[in-house]
């Protein structure tokens, strides 16, 4: 049962879902645009709407190719000063008074904006070049690690400089440094940070020498990337089948054409997703690529004897915003194993570990703790006091919080998806279970019995699969690459 909310909170919903509704109503917010347009909205699977009116005016987006959100508050100082949503303005009181409307800038569909290149052509040291949305500290979780980490290999064995290009977001070096010390990898000697921000029409261009290699973390990151290169310069790292992230339309239909690039390379995360491609008839990611293992090292994930408070910690990996994590179904599980006392609150604490949560109250009274946009350090010490976690993930790839979980020491529930029906290669702490509930109730039953066997538990960890050092993760796949 979700807690009440305060009379404040209760005002404040109401007055955004009038605004929500007005929008609705006006043919200058175009729903399927805006999703269209903002790659990151739709693969998380937010309503447009509420996008907009909560974080997406602020972010200087645009409701429709009909409205500039930006024009209007530059043509009316006044509204920019007093923080009005620009469109509601309009609507409101600005049509009434005259007000023009502002229309929007052209945009390529999605988050798509041709990476401008503009050529060198004396002879210089060969460089990689990572693409990426961002790199800050928000954003340096799983696979933004893992393309930084996979960079800087690539450098260091092809001897090169490293250059971070950042489209969303400044770039942020601290932070990058910080995270590779993580993850016990060897920072480059030289490396340096280019902003060429897509979402502004006077975006900055990137020199482009004839030994440059890129990297590429995203599908539209390749797409705007292959606007500046050849294919044959580009490595796609793969870290699930992107396609999925969005509904059958232009979106799906553009993410499939970058994946079936000819002559593009690919870095493809686990084998499992690896099987996934070659079973879907990607046979270009077969030939063009290689797969790899993540690592996790003992510096972060690690077994740390748990206190022996009578209790066992319970945690589970939510993120409402993105639909393939399954929060929907992952919150009936834990509500429903509390009412069947397969996680008693006499024995168990709770923990809701991920973005974009509210505070619930779950069945006899639970109210679990919280904990959202960890730092990484903070994130990895949380994981090292869990017993047991429940962790989904719709798509082919196992996701990173059942192994970090497993790593930590930890047992993980997660689903089966298409060729994931087993994840015990990586650990046996790690059950994979159907989708359903009644199965997952199953799992997290076999996982509670598990987690208090702890000489089990324990004897499963010292013999799990997954590796610990990312040089050795990322040799066999770089070996295949880089001959190519």
């Known amino acids: 049962m979700l807690r009440l909310a305060s009379p404040q909170r209760l005002g404040a919903e109401l007055r955004l879902w009038r605004a929500a509704a007005r929008l609705r109503r006006s043919s200058l917010f175009d729903a399927g645009w805006y999703l269209a347009t903002y790659a990151d909205v739709a693969e998380a699977g937010l309503d447009p709407v509420l996008h907009y009116l909560r974080v997406g005016a602020a972010e200087g987006r645009d409701p429709g190719p009909k409205f500039s959100g930006r024009d209007y508050l530059a043509a009316n100082p006044d509204v920019a000063r007093a923080g009005f949503n620009p469109l509601l303005h309009y609507l409101r009181r600005g049509k009434a008074e005259g007000r023009g409307e502002a229309p929007a800038r052209p945009r390529a569909a999605g988050e798509l904006a041709p990476l401008l290149g503009f050529c060198v052509t004396s002879a210089e040291q060969s460089r990689v070049t990572l693409v990426t949305d961002s790199l800050g500290p928000r954003s340096l979780f799983g696979g933004v690690a893992t393309a930084l980490a996979f960079a800087t290999q690539m450098a260091a064995r092809l001897g090169s400089s490293l250059r971070v290009v950042t489209e969303t977001e400044p770039p942020e070096a601290e932070a990058a440094g910080e995270v590779l010390r993580m993850l016990g990898v060897v920072p480059p000697q030289e490396i340096s940070f280019v902003f060429a921000d897509r979402t502004r029409p006077e975006r900055r261009e990137i020199d482009v020498g004839s030994g440059d290699r890129f990297v590429s973390t995203a599908w539209w990151n390749t797409w705007n990337l292959l606007h500046a290169t050849a294919p044959r310069n580009v490595i796609h790292l793969l870290q699930d089948d992107e396609r999925m992230f969005y509904p059958h339309g232009d979106t799906h239909l553009m993410c499939a054409e970058v994946?079936?690039?000819?002559?593009?390379?690919?870095?493809?995360?686990?084998?499992?997703?690896?099987?996934?491609?070659?079973?879907?008839?990607?046979?270009?990611?077969?030939?063009?690529?290689?797969?790899?293992?993540?690592?996790?090292?003992?510096?972060?994930?690690?077994?740390?004897?748990?206190?022996?408070?009578?209790?066992?910690?319970?945690?589970?990996?939510?993120?409402?915003?993105?639909?393939?994590?399954?929060?929907?179904?992952?919150?009936?599980?834990?509500?429903?194993?509390?009412?069947?006392?397969?996680?008693?609150?006499?024995?168990?604490?709770?923990?809701?570990?991920?973005?974009?949560?509210?505070?619930?109250?779950?069945?006899?009274?639970?109210?679990?703790?919280?904990?959202?946009?960890?730092?990484?350090?903070?994130?990895?010490?949380?994981?090292?006091?869990?017993?047991?976690?429940?962790?989904?993930?719709?798509?082919?790839?196992?996701?990173?919080?059942?192994?970090?979980?497993?790593?930590?020491?930890?047992?993980?529930?997660?689903?089966?998806?298409?060729?994931?029906?087993?994840?015990?290669?990586?650990?046996?702490?790690?059950?994979?279970?159907?989708?359903?509930?009644?199965?997952?109730?199953?799992?997290?039953?076999?996982?509670?019995?598990?987690?208090?066997?702890?000489?089990?538990?324990?004897?499963?960890?010292?013999?799990?699969?997954?590796?610990?050092?990312?040089?050795?993760?990322?040799?066999?796949?770089?070996?295949?690459?880089?001959?190519?």
Request: aromatic residues 10%.
């Open 259 to 484: 994946l079936a690039t000819p002559g593009l390379r690919f870095a493809v995360n686990t084998r499992l997703l690896h099987e996934h491609f070659a079973a879907e008839g990607f046979d270009n990611v077969v030939r063009d690529g290689a797969w790899f293992e993540p690592a996790f090292p003992l510096s972060c994930y690690r077994w740390e004897d748990r206190a022996d408070d009578g209790r066992q910690h319970f945690c589970f990996y939510a993120r409402p915003g993105h639909p393939r994590n399954l929060y929907q179904r992952g919150l009936e599980t834990v509500s429903a194993a509390i009412e069947r006392r397969i996680l008693d609150p006499d024995r168990w604490t709770f923990t809701f570990v991920g973005s974009g949560l509210d505070e619930v109250e779950l069945p006899r009274g639970v109210r679990p703790r919280v904990l959202q946009r960890l730092p990484w350090p903070d994130y990895a010490a949380t994981l090292r006091g869990i017993d047991l976690g429940l962790s989904l993930m719709y798509t082919p790839h196992p996701s990173y919080p059942p192994l970090d979980l497993a790593a930590s020491g930890a047992v993980a529930v997660t689903n089966r998806f298409g060729a994931k029906r087993s994840l015990s290669q990586y650990s046996a702490n790690i059950l994979c279970v159907g989708s359903g509930l009644d199965a997952l109730l199953d799992g997290l039953a076999q996982g509670a019995q598990l987690a208090a066997d702890l000489p089990t538990r324990r004897r499963n960890y010292m013999q799990s699969g997954l590796l610990r050092d990312w040089s050795a993760a990322f040799g066999p796949a770089l070996d295949r690459l880089l001959a190519a």
